[in-house]
C-alpha cells in the first residue's frame, strides 16, 4: 500500500498570528485517525513555532515552500535546506509552478535543490506539470517526464525511495478548472511507468504521487479515485481548516 498523503500549500499567505491559528485549528479538528497523512505547507516564518506546536502531534507535519540550492554562504535572502530542517520540519515542496515561472527555477537547480534536501533528512514533495499551451499542443507527457528525467533521475534508489512527487497541471492551478478523475489518472500512470522504467517497478509502485490544481472538497473524492493519485497538493483551500480536513478525508 502506497502513502496517501494531502499537503496544504498556504503560498504566501497568513501572517505569523494567522498561520498559527489556521494550524492549531487543523489540529484541533484532525482526530488523528486521518485517511491521508496531513503536511501543512507554510512560509518559513511559520515553521520553527509549528515545529514546536503542532509537528507530531495527531500526526501532521509541516512543510517548507522552498529552499536555497546553495548549501551556504552569501546569498542574501535565501534559506537553505540544512536551516529548514534545523526549524524541526520535516518537509520541503520543491519545483512548485509559481517558484519555476516568477523565480526561474530550472530542472536543474531543482535536482541540486532535492539533492540538498534529502541529504538534511527533508522529505521533498516535488512539483512536476505542463503549462496549457503545452497541452493543447498534446505535448503533456514529454513535458512532465522530462522535468521528472532532468530533476530525480540522478538519484540513488535510496534517496528517491524517500521522495514525493506531486503532479500539478499549471492550467489547474487556482483557476477553478481541474484536470478530469480520467485526465490526471492517465498522467500519474504515464509518470509511474517513466519512474519504472529508471527505478524500477517495486520503487516506482512505492511513491506517493499527489494532484495539485483546483482540488476542494467536492471534486477530491472523485480525483483521489484513480488507482495512482495518491493524495493532494491543496492551494486555496488549504486556507479553510474545514475544507482541507475534508479533503484530507476524501479517499
Ligand atoms: P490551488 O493550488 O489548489 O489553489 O489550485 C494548488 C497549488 O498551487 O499547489
Not at 501543512?40 to 509549528?50: A, D, E, Q
Not at 497541452?135 to 513535458?143: I, L, N, T
Amino acid at each position: 500500500m502506497r502513502k496517501k498523503i494531502v499537503a496544504g500549500n498556504w503560498k504566501m499567505n497568513n501572517n505569523l498570528e494567522a498561520g498559527i491559528k489556521l494550524a492549531q485549528e487543523v489540529l484541533e479538528k484532525a482526530t488523528g485517525n486521518e485517511e491521508a497523512q496531513i503536511v501543512l505547507g507554510t512560509p518559513f516564518i511559520h515553521l520553527n513555532k509549528l515545529a514546536e506546536s503542532i509537528v507530531g502531534k495527531k500526526g501532521i507535519e509541516v512543510a517548507a515552500q522552498n529552499c536555497s540550492d546553495k548549501a551556504s554562504g552569501a546569498y542574501t535572502g535565501e534559506t537553505s535546506a540544512e536551516m529548514v530542517k534545523s526549524t524541526g520540519v520535516n518537509y520541503v515542496i520543491l519545483g512548485h509552478s509559481e517558484r519555476r515561472e516568477y523565480f526561474n527555477e530550472t530542472n536543474q537547480e531543482l535536482a541540486a535543490k532535492l539533492d540538498l534536501a534529502l541529504a538534511n533528512n527533508l522529505v521533498p514533495i516535488f512539483c512536476c506539470g505542463e503549462p496549457l499551451e503545452i497541452r493543447e499542443k498534446e505535448e503533456h507527457y514529454a513535458y512532465v517526464k522530462q522535468q521528472l528525467t532532468e530533476s530525480l533521475f540522478h538519484l540513488s534508489a535510496n534517496d528517491f525511495a524517500k521522495t514525493v512527487i506531486a503532479y500539478e497541471p499549471i492550467w489547474a492551478i487556482g483557476t477553478g478548472k481541474t484536470a478530469t478523475s480520467a485526465q490526471a489518472q492517465e498522467m500519474h500512470a504515464e509518470l509511474r511507468n517513466h519512474l519504472a522504467d529508471h527505478f524500477g517497478q517495486e520503487l516506482a509502485d512505492t511513491c506517493p504521487i499527489l494532484y495539485g490544481g483546483s482540488c476542494k472538497p467536492s471534486n477530491a473524492q472523485e480525483i483521489f479515485a484513480g488507482a495512482d493519485v495518491d493524495g493532494g497538493l491543496i492551494g486555496g483551500a488549504s486556507l479553510n481548516a474545514d475544507d482541507f480536513l475534508a479533503i484530507v478525508n476524501s479517499f
